[in-house]
């Protein structure tokens, strides 16, 4: 899965049956945020449970970007899974402790340090076998706008 707008890019780097890590890498406010719904949206259909989300490239979220992580923690949450960061920048970790969200919205150094909040069982490999692709090794446009 790939999904790109002219300000935010969304790739799977690795998946199994209940869980994916996504990197997510630009800006992450009004303008993307039916993007982000849509294509996390869909990797939750897909029967992901458990999604890990790289945010290292994450250049800007805003309060509508806060509120779209929200909305797909909620959803994970109705499936009894996780939603879990991985290498938040400083001014989203300001804006998690701002507005309270950091124990709604966990965040770990790595990608590696947040796949073991996982159950064993339901980890993708780490690191994956082919950067930049999905679980069939191939990237997949999931829409763009």
């Known amino acids: 899965m ?4 002219h300000r935010l890019t969304i790739t ?3 998946g199994c049956e209940q869980s994916a890590v996504l990197r997510v890498s630009g800006e992450l406010d009004h303008t993307v945020e039916q993007l982000f719904l849509s294509a996390l949206g869909a990797s939750v259909a897909a029967g ?8 290292t490239a994450l250049a800007f979220c805003d309060s509508r970007g806060l509120n779209c992580l929200l909305a797909i923690r909620w959803l994970l949450d ?3 899974g996780k939603l879990i960061l991985a290498g938040v920048g400083r001014r989203l970790a300001e804006l998690l402790a701002q507005t ?5 919205l966990p965040a770990r150094g790595t990608v590696a340090q947040a796949l ?4 064993a069982e339901h980890r993708p490999d ?3 076998t082919r950067h930049g692709t999905g679980p ?3 990237r997949a446009p999931v829409g763009e706008s």
């Open 126 to 128: 780490w690191p994956p």
């Open 48 to 55: 992901h449970r458990h999604l890990v989300l790289d945010v």
């Open 12 to 14: 799977e780097l690795s």
């Open 2 to 5: 790939s999904t790109q707008a």
């Open 136 to 138: 069939q090794g191939t």
């Open 116 to 119: 073991t909040e996982l159950p």
């Open 100 to 104: 309270g969200s950091t124990e709604l």
């Open 78 to 80: 109705r499936r009894d």
